[in-house]
């Protein structure tokens, strides 16, 4: 994936917000990493540590309350 397209900060579906639809993104991620480009696996991986798992789910959801 192209790092300069990916701020990582959880907008999964690239709608240039971060809500809900972005968590279910990602955990649909984490169910089947098939369904997914590379754009939308980057943003999902938050902390960018190379896995989508409950710990970006964590950070998105944080990053969500933190920004209402």
């Known amino acids: 994936s192209n790092s300069s397209e990916c701020n990582a900060f959880g907008d999964v ?3 240039d917000q971060v809500n ?3 968590i279910v993104l990602s955990i649909n991620f984490i ?3 098939g369904n997914s480009n590379d754009i939308n ?3 999902a991986d938050v902390d960018q540590d ?3 798992n409950v710990v970006d789910i964590v950070l ?3 990053y969500i309350l933190d920004n209402e």
């Open 60 to 62: 998105i959801v944080g």
């Open 50 to 52: 190379g896995n989508i």
């Open 31 to 33: 169910l089947d990493q």
């Open 20 to 22: 809900v639809l972005d």
């Open 41 to 43: 696996l980057c943003q």
């Open 13 to 15: 579906n690239l709608d």
